[in-house]
């Protein structure tokens, strides 16, 4: 068994499925720029429609994948599905991005990588919103809101606590 | 030594000629010429002409990714040069920029080729006159000139609804080492001016003016804690390779070695291959050329290659006298990707084998270096290879 193999199982082990509760919308004052949406993918992108993140899931050995595959990297199972996590999670890191991307994004804006309460290791690209950017730390808890781009509802982060209550992260940062 | 019950591929291989072309910004130069400038010099370097070339190998080859990333195709330089070959290859799914070395490695000691020109061309200087960023372009934005281009949304799907450019996944990792290993931008600057002052004895750095502390701490932020210093500079340019059979090499006094190279995914695990397939450890390497696109990926070649711990790089290069010219372990002497410029892992290489030669010219380093350590890419895109001076 290699390495990453063993990370796998030992990541499976640990799932605790979380209680889901739905996500609010997100509105923000510029356009996303939609995903396609793909039979591998659509399930993803179009699961914040009821305010539930849905992840791909081997049902087989009980390990989530993102981004979405048809094969359990851990197992080897096929029997992969989408199904509803609880959209909370920690921030595993984050920047501050001051650099124009995509034209109907105006920066400075948020980017982080959320890993998810259900799995160690399963993390999200995504925006953590609604969080002044002296306030973001690692490991600070999030749960997930959607922010409809075309069909799509992308997921993105919120603070788990009002901002006001969050604790000051200026020592960690420059 | 894994590799050794049987004939190593390394040991059948040699690099025989090294050649570059012009490396500037905003050059505006057909980037065919620059190709064919490299190549035709790598070729005279070996001590051979485009008639003994029968392989080329290359990264990414004529169709992948953004305009300006790739100059040049297998077929454009074998049709634009001439060469009869019995065996090419070029593509993007490598072990790292520098598995096109590998392969090369691999054709002249399986016999399918004498003599392989391995080339890599970049022009994104020029090319972001029409199309912007590289990054940008991937995630939909466009230039002043044309259309925006957009290919590969479902590859750039997970970034482009974000507004996540390549910088952004390295700051993280910068903010997270700043996080839980203290690490600061003080830290962080010091391998950005380290390879800053490397670059201004080199006339083939395009950023050779000095850099301070408070211009670092002072420069423009791009994805905090991200710099502009942190970052590779687009440019155009192309370095080529002759690499040889053993057997044929004409001048094997001027040949490099392959001491050992490492193939597999991932900085870890690309590192610890090449020194499976060894007896030379980390002591024994005397230079040090790592990929650079940002300057944490550097911090991640150290530590997985072994000469620190995780998450203690910083602290390795910290003052600079140890990756300095009359350091330890002198690390991208020409001024790395930083201030060198985006040769995309070619760069390394080239100034690895200049300065195993005595050739570095203006900043050939003051003690001749016997053994280098060569890296380029990153994250599961890697490749590792151990480079010995002639003998």
Known sequence: MTTRQAEHV???EHTAAGEVEPGQSWVEGFSRVAPPLTERTAPFWTSGADGVLRIAHCRDCGRYLHPPRPVCPACRGRDVGFDPVSGRGTVWSWTLNRYQWVPSMPPPYLV?????VEQPGLRLLTNVVDCPPERIHVGLPVRVCFSQAGDAYIPLFRPASPASELRGAGDARE | MRGSEGRRAEDSALITGVGRSAIGRRLRVDPWVLTADAALAAIADAGLTPDDIDGVSTY???????????GAGVDDVRAMLGLNLRWHTGGGELAGQLGSIVNAVLAVAAGLATHVLCFRT?????AQEGYGSRSATLLGGGGTQGQPVRFGRELTQWSTPFGIGYPCYAAMEMQRRIELAGASREKYAALALVTRSYAARNEAAVYRDPLTLDQYLGARMI???????????PVDGSVAFVVSNAAAAGDPGRALRLEAMGSASGFDESAAMMWERTDLRPADVDLAQVYDGFSVYALRWLEALGFCGRYEALDFIEGGDRIGP???LPLNTGGGQLSGGRLHGYGGLLEACLQLRGEAGAHQLPTARQLAVVTSG?????SSLLVGAPH
Do not use: R
């Open chain 1, 10 to 12: 030992e990541a499976a």
């Open chain 2, 122 to 126: 970049v022009w994104e200087s020029t």
């Open chain 2, 60 to 70: 990414p080859g004529a169709f992948w990714s953004t305009p300006g990333i790739t």
């Open chain 2, 326 to 328: 009359t350091g330890d």
């Open chain 2, 378 to 382: 990153a994250e599961s895109f890697t």
């Open chain 2, 223 to 233: 994805s905090d804690p991200i710099c502009v210093y942190d970052c590779d500079v």
């Open chain 1, 112 to 116: 982080a990588d959320v890993e998810l």
